[in-house]
């Protein structure tokens, strides 16, 4: 079985990694080199997202549909090469928005289409079979392999970066870019070389409990501590996620720093995320979930007043210790809070919780992101300061962090379960479902 948790984390990595040069070096280089709008660019960031939905349809369609004897495979296969054909695409976009916005406008759709498909293909199809191959006994070891492999890869990929494309240049870009989809590739074939066992049958696997939207919002809304750990993962994803789209172009605003070095902020905050999913492992069972968790929301909000002073100041040396608690705190609150989801269910509605905290992490996304850059040029235009619109979000970031942190107090995982296995509120949950 290890041998096919390394390959799974393979596969996980290779569609993370496509999504560091996009999420990274493209939206600086839009951004700051090229003066492209904030929220014309975070509105392509969040096209995959959209897409999300259809996650639901592929895991059915390949329960029911397998090819050539595989279920998930083929459908993995397919989604890494769009993703691989996405990133290789999206550099094209840097270049023509500098000669004609309208074509590059067309471009990027397609390019942040075809990656957002991909993503959603193959995400679905590896995690259903990570799910199948390893049983209930050893899926905790499955996924900490996958995400510790996972932000090796990302480190990596973001020094691989720094050093392919120093500066900006279209021709220098294209090429990394095409290197990092060719690797993300290579990694992604030998993970899914001989890993799922061939059926001889075609007959469709048994159906799946799934819930709808409306089932999900009734069990959120009728229990009181559901309600409260949805809107808690909103701000905490929110404000964790969409600073991704702006630290680099930041850096770059504030600190004049080069594309060779923000291309490495990626890496810092990743390395130091990775020695808090060490920590928070050693933590696990010795101290009380939400104490780790909150540690790590603490320390993610105070990383982004010191990015907030580091700008004020035009400090860089208080920049990369904000970035680097940014890095840390989001890794132990996003294996905390990860484990703390999972005790936020009952075993007899498994699915339905677990769909509702992925719904939240879904829309947490899109708000985090649309907020990122809206918010971001909104400041701008109001203070004509382009530091002042970073600066401004930050601090939203560290605001929203804070009512996070105030709400985990009040999420008691007893009273929640106690709730959920009521049976009126079962029967209530149904009605307003009907």
Known sequence: MLLKRLQLALIHTA??????????????????DLGISKTLFT??????????????????????????GYRRTPYILVGLILCVVGVAVSPQIAALMSRNFSAGVVVGIIAFG???MGYNLSA????????ELSGKDERGK??????TIMVVGLIATGITLSRLAPTYDPVTLSRAFVIVAASALTLGLFGI????????????AAKSETYTLKEMTAAITENPVAKIFFVYLLLLLAAILSQDVLLEPFGAQAFGMTLKQTSRIVSITNSFSLLAFIIAGFLDGRVKKKYTAQVGNLGALFGFVIIIV????????LFYVGITLLGFGTGLSTIANLSLMFDLTVPEKVGLYIGAWGFSNGLSRLTGLLMAGVVADLATHLTGNALGGYLTVFGIEALMLLIAAILLYRIDVNAFQQKARDPNFTEKVALIAE
């Not at 499955?142 to 995400?147: D, E, H, R, S, Y």
């Not at 070389?193 to 469709?204: D, I, N, Q, T």
């Open 142 to 147: 499955t996924i900490a392999t996958m995400f």
């Open 15 to 32: 569609v993370a990694m496509t999504l560091v040069p996009i999420n990274s070096t493209l939206n600086r280089v839009m951004i700051f």
């Open 193 to 204: 070389f001989k890993l799922e066992p061939r059926s001889e049958f075609s007959a469709p």
């Open 310 to 317: 580091s700008g004020i100041t035009a400090s860089q040396h």
């Open 124 to 131: 679905v199809s590896y995690l259903a079979l990570a799910s």
């Open 114 to 116: 075809i990656w957002g």
């Open 43 to 68: 509105i392509l960031a969040i096209f995959p997202y959209l897409l999300a939905p259809i996650q639901v349809a592929i895991g059915a369609f390949s329960d029911r549909h397998p090819i050539l």
